[in-house]
């Protein structure tokens, strides 16, 4: 009994210290947010999604809105159809 015990604090040790020093390097490569985001007229966001260099939003008017990331331009305009 104790055997096990002693055992399972060193894999809770040893998982929570992989976490805590691998995180902050997972965490590093994530492409910075955009300050602001400049939505047509009408569009209200429901999500947002990001890529190497652009970035979406889908909107609650059924459309996701792709933007490009170095110049904030909408890139593309893509309407969701609703399947039956």
Not at 42 to 47: E, Y
Not at 50 to 68: E, K, N, S
């Amino acid at each position: 009994m104790i055997l096990l015990t002693i055992t399972m604090i060193v894999g809770v040790i040893t998982i929570v210290g992989l976490i805590v020093t691998r995180m902050p390097k997972a965490l590093s490569g994530l492409p910075a947010l955009p300050e602001e985001i400049a939505l047509p007229e009408g569009a209200r966001p429901l999500a947002f999604t990001q890529g190497g260099d652009w970035y979406a939003v889908v909107t609650q008017d059924d459309r996701i809105l792709v933007f490009d990331r170095s110049s904030g331009k909408l890139r593309q305009t893509v309407v969701i159809t609703r399947g039956e």
